[in-house]
């Protein structure tokens, strides 16, 4: 009796084994080939802005829908184009949005400045540039009445971009601003534009 139960417990310990042996992945779980960047996508940009420009002081925004991040240096602000999945530079988006440019042609250009890129790859273009904090909300009339994001950079100095799914966008650019109270304090209706 004795036999047969070390036989039985044998077979049972030995079927176990080829159990757990058949049903462990034959693939590793992260591929042999993967490369992992040594960098993080940041400092990779901050590298490159820095190469270009001369310094980067910081990457302000991640745009994940449009793939675009925003990295500021002393001079102004540069649109960056990366990859879909956020791990590689792909292509600044010039030109570059020049803070003392802005603060020179106030008279001229009213609380807003923009720059339209057309065909930064395939089906993709670009509307963006600087607004004053009186400019609360900006209307695109030229692109449908499309409003743009926005984010602020600093005291007074927002940064606003639209992203299209087109190689061009319409030129001239033709945009109204409203103020908090809703009131037109640039475009629409014969304003300066």
Aim: proline share 5%; net charge positive.
């Amino acid at each position: 009796m004795n036999k047969k139960i070390l036989i039985a417990v044998l077979c049972i310990g030995l079927g176990a084994v080829i159990y757990f042996l058949s049903s462990r992945p034959t693939k590793p779980a992260i591929p042999a080939k993967l490369n992992i960047p040594t960098t993080s996508l940041e400092e990779s940009i901050c590298e490159r802005v820095t190469a270009q420009f001369g310094d980067c002081q910081k990457i302000l925004l991640f745009d994940a829908h449009s793939n675009l991040v925003f990295a500021e240096n002393s001079s102004g602000i540069s649109p960056v184009l990366t990859n879909k999945e956020f791990t590689k530079f792909k292509q600044f988006i010039f030109p570059m949005m020049d803070f003392q440019e802005f603060k020179e042609e106030k008279v001229e250009r009213g609380p807003i400045d923009w720059r339209a890129k057309n065909h930064i790859q395939k089906d993709l273009s670009v509307i963006y540039g600087f607004a004053e904090d009186e400019a609360k909300t900006i209307v695109i009339n030229s692109e449908g009445n499309i409003q743009p994001n926005r984010f602020l950079v600093r005291d007074h100095l927002w940064v606003w971009y639209a992203v299209f799914q087109k190689d061009k966008v319409t030129l001239p650019v033709k945009v109204t601003v409203y103020n908090s109270e809703g009131q037109i304090i640039f475009g629409g209706n014969g304003k300066k534009e």
